[in-house]
């Protein structure tokens, strides 16, 4: 599956005439099938995904995304700004940061944005800030309450949401400033890959939108899952049936929400590495060999197209363009050009025989791929590509120069 | 001493008026006297420090340097550009890449930098598509011949540099494409505190130079004994004493070099770290103040402005203006606002009490600090400020903008 690419060698050399390598490229039409494929999973429900902007924040992918009926989960004025340009507007937009400074609640009031807060201290701040706005929606961060599932990790030392104690007090203060719809968000997993995280994230929040109902005579419009659906990274790993987790929040909602007269309750998803991760591709072009203590091949894209490996020693499976169907039988760290050593795509990886002039195709860069680059060693950051439905390929953004690495220096 | 900074709050909030936080300040008379000080330590040697632009790729600061004598160690075409646009030429360049292309290569040419290869292949590489220079150094990579040295890690696993062997067919084979002049490298240690494996170094490349002197039959110019000096992170970490290297250096050069009629040999080395790390703060304003399983003070600074205690867990540490005399009787997470829960300057950190609308100041930002920083969440880059001699504050960098953020797109 891994190695079953939406273009041949042939095409990439094709597009390369036109936009030099490195390049990111996008494929349409599997994003939209999938994105499809999400919205029929909750064709029972009152449904929203709000794609997560910092995955990809790129408008032409935000637009197919629109069309597709999603919205944007902003989390800094720049996606709130991204999301307006997009002409996402109003409540298709869910403004979900931390530790937020006034002005950005301001844009995302006047776009009319939910807001949902990460913290209870913000209610006093938005009420004296800002305006308070009719729609509320708070983070739940259960801490230890949920410290016994070892996959979810300690709840309780990330930064985000609020205690289920403070809570109660958030919605009250809500409601005395004015506040009459009410949302509730949570974002406890992260690159999961396993359906049963979602089903129970979900029975966590309807549970807690039945106590919390019931403490304050408030009701709740809709919860929002929040995302980390993961993708199959390696070969061997299965990818997470939607279908399962469509199923399975559907049976938790009619014994949790309409059984007890709650609904209708509408059920958000704030996804962003499941929506385009595993149809985005770095492709790069082999520069160099060396063999010393190990065997090196050199690339033209480095951590400036891609973080992960390097950062997070994160796997991203590489195929080589053309060589698909080859025998592994060479092994080789497949390295950038930064004067960083991990600056590898792959480490000690089994590959079939590289040679200069190649093209590497590395996988599931679709999201937190080009937006996680930076411009260390001078490394400018790389276009992207549209690789759209009838064929074509549209540059959707173009590559950096120096200029742009030096706009904001003045040499005189 | 962490806490003896060359500003007071005050001067803080008068600078702040004109420039927002967050920024980056370096202090001018501090660099300074950091780099006469090098050079007095290497004063009885034809010494020449490359600074490695990578750690502070700001015009300015490059220019205060070559005034200090210093030359430029550049790894990309950009940090070629910069050094020239800096007026830094020729054999002030050393350029020192790896998995490099022709163009690059090409550009340091143009300039008349010293080039400074990184394989054997580089050679024919080098002969093919550009032109061979006359003055030619090779990075050598010890690889387990220097295993046993646990701080120094593994340099068998590094992707640099050639290997022993290696080395005597590259310097022929460059002989053989007409150069006549050679230079000798190596970068083995990377924020190292202990003066010793800097003079263990030059004794590894002085023997080197004698037994490739003897075998090939070719002078050496210069070593360059790379970077790696180390600085102290943390307050009760002491620096390392320059002149114990400058001295160490010298008495290996006595019997290694000069005693055996191998002088003279200019010594180079490419600090970063050292040179301006210690002398840059990054300035933030705390805007929030969360607490619900731990206590988490939040400032208008993130990773987009300081990378490495988010990607490495690296300490830095962390003033409050005005209250550098207070105990240290609270415990907070500084936290930025990605939504990333690795966004953090400080976990678990004894601190003085902080209120909203303090000051922090993250301390030894002045390299691999603002040049590391990413987008990612959309977040801009800040700008840096210089802390003149005369006490005077000159914007050095502005701080990016929407516009420049979204400079590659194209919105139509």
Known sequence: MKNQLPFTKEDLETIIEKHPTPFHIYDETAIRKNARRLNAAFAWADFQEYFAVKATPTPRILQILKEEGFGADASSMAELVLAER???LGEKIMFTSNNTPAYEFDKAIELGAIINLDDITHVPFLAEHCSFPELICFRYNPGPLRD??????????????????????????????????????????????????????????????????????????????????????????????????????????????????????????ECGRVITGPYGYLISRVIHEKNIY???????????????????????????????????????DVAGSLCENNDKF??????????????????????????????????????ELLLKEDGSVE???RAETLDDLFATLDFS
């Open 86 to 88: 997009c002409g996402i």
């Open 148 to 269: 016994g599932n070892a996959i979810i990790g300690k709840p309780e030392e990330a930064k985000y949401g609020l205690t289920r104690e403070q809570l109660v007090d958030a919605y009250r203060m809500a409601k005395e400033r004015g506040a009459t719809r009410f949302g509730l968000h949570t974002m406890v997993i992260s690159n999961e890959l396993d359906a049963t995280y979602f089903v129970e994230t979900a029975k966590m929040l309807f549970t807690l939108v039945a106590e919390l109902s019931a403490e304050l005579g408030i009701r709740f419009e809709f919860v929002n899952l929040g995302g980390g659906i993961g993708v199959p990274m390696k070969p061997e790993e299965e990818e997470v049936n939607l279908e399962t987790i469509g199923e399975g929040v559907r049976e938790a909602y009619e014994s949790h929400i309409a059984a007890k007269g709650l609904d209708p309750l509408a059920i958000f998803m």
């Open 294 to 332: 190990k065997n090196y091949i050199g690339v033209d894209a480095s951590m400036a197209n891609l973080m992960r490996p390097g950062m997070y020693g994160a796997y991203h499976h590489l195929s080589v363009a053309g060589k698909e169907d080859q025998p592994n039988d060479m092994q080789y």
């Open 346 to 383: 792959t480490i000690d990886r089994p590959l079939p025989k590289i040679d200069i002039g190649d093209l590497v195709v590395i996988h599931d860069t679709g999201a937190h791929g080009h937006s996680m680059g930076f411009n260390y060693n001078g490394k400018l950051r790389s276009a």
């Open 395 to 397: 540059l959707i953004r």
